[in-house]
T-cell receptor, first 111, second 116 residues
């Protein structure tokens, strides 16, 4: 599975936008970019995913670089409930569809 | 939306006993489910892929005789930790895709296992 690199931790303030970066320089043409987050003592929760174009949903936006070697998860207006570990994961289009988690970014939101 | 239910949420057992954890897809059928374990302050580690009606596929380094996986129906997969020891204490999480396409995975709420 292709590897992703994320900062270990980030901090932001409530009601401000948050940009969470992810590098995936070895991404292949058949890899989707997935983002999940995990709140304390819970299972991960799907946030968003994309292939080439930028994506928006009610939770966040995903900006994908033109060469697809990096992406950014954007939380437009962070709340205290967004404090979690955010995982950027590459997932093959075909095959076992399993998710292999990296270390993720621990996001702290200050009130 | 689709939900994956995992039970129990937490369990405490004595060393040497076996513990079974259930993972159910509540409103969809899952031919495949995934089992993870997570130690404190660490990321999730994929243990195995559970396949309905066939043997599970284990990741390298995971003992299949230690962690028994059964996927007897399209909505239920179980993980049994056999002869549990304190080092098996961990947070176990299951997940399932709703469709065969590259869509999101749904995760259970996890099971905290403590072996005394």
């Amino acid at each position: 599975d292709a590897k992703t690199t994320q900062p270990n931790s980030m901090e932001s303030n409530e009601e401000e936008p948050v940009h969470l970066p992810c590098n995936h320089s070895t991404i292949s043409g058949t890899d989707y970019i997935h983002w999940y987050r995990q709140l304390p003592s819970q299972g991960p929760e799907y946030v968003i995913h994309g292939l080439t174009s930028n994506v928006n949903n009610r939770m966040a936006s995903l900006a994908i670089a033109e060469d697809r070697k990096s992406s950014t998860l954007i939380l437009h207006r962070a709340t205290l409930r967004d404090a979690a570990v955010y995982y950027c994961i590459l997932r093959e289009i075909q095959g076992a569809q399993k998710l292999v988690f990296g270390q993720g970014t621990r996001l702290t939101i200050n009130p | 939306g689709a939900v994956v239910s995992q039970h129990p949420s937490w369990v405490i057992c004595k060393s040497g006993t076996s513990v079974k954890i259930e993972c159910r897809s509540l409103d969809f059928q899952a031919t495949t489910m995934f089992w993870y374990r997570q130690f404190p302050k660490q990321s999730l580690m994929l243990m195995a892929t559970s396949n309905e009606g066939s043997k599970a596929t284990y990741e390298q380094g995971v003992e299949k005789d230690k962690f028994l996986i059964n996927h007897a129906s399209l909505t239920l997969s179980t993980l049994t930790v056999t002869s549990a020891h304190p080092e098996d204490s961990s947070f176990y999480i299951c997940s399932a895709p709703r469709t065969s396409t590259n869509e999101k995975l749904f995760f259970g709420s996890g099971t905290q296992l403590s072996v005394l």
